[in-house]
Nanobody, 128 residues
Framework: QVQPVESGGGSVQAGGSLRLSCSAS???????VGWFRQAPGKERETIAA????????YYADSVKGRFTISRDNAKNTVTLQMNSLNPEDTAMYYC??????????????????????WGQGTQVTVSS
């Protein structure tokens, strides 16, 4: 297992959309994958997670209904589609993976799990 890599961050106006991707090698389909964010002066926040195999999902209330996490196991990629962005979404966004094989884990479990490997992060800036 190696460190995941995020991509897709950038700047957007309020109400806009961005899509973040998290890629990793190895048995990615057997890992929990989570998305996190940290704004300056604030604690890191877990915002979304996707379970292993079939990929059940779980979201923080702050993003529920606006963000969608999904996985493409064939491409070893997890995507975070972010819609209706607002300035409060401005932060550094990180993805992380947790080795879970051979146990199948739900998105809810993955949301609160302790993660093994972290990406370097990608910046998202939303202007009003």
């Amino acid at each position: 297992q190696v460190q995941p890599v995020e991509s897709g961050g950038g700047s957007v106006q309020a109400g806009g959309s961005l899509r973040l991707s998290c890629s990793a090698s190895g048995y990615f389909s057997s890992d929990c994958v989570g998305w996190f964010r940290q704004a300056p002066g604030k604690e890191r926040e877990t915002i979304a997670a996707i379970g292993t195999r079939g990929g059940s999902t779980y979201y923080a209330d702050s993003v529920k209904g606006r963000f969608t996490i999904s996985r493409d196991n064939a491409k070893n990629t997890v995507t975070l589609q972010m819609n209706s962005l607002n300035p409060e979404d401005t932060a550094m966004y990180y993805c992380a993976t947790k080795i879970s094989a051979p146990i199948v884990r739900s998105g809810r479990y993955c949301f609160t799990a302790r993660y093994d490997y972290w990406g370097q992060g990608t910046q998202v800036t939303v202007s009003s």
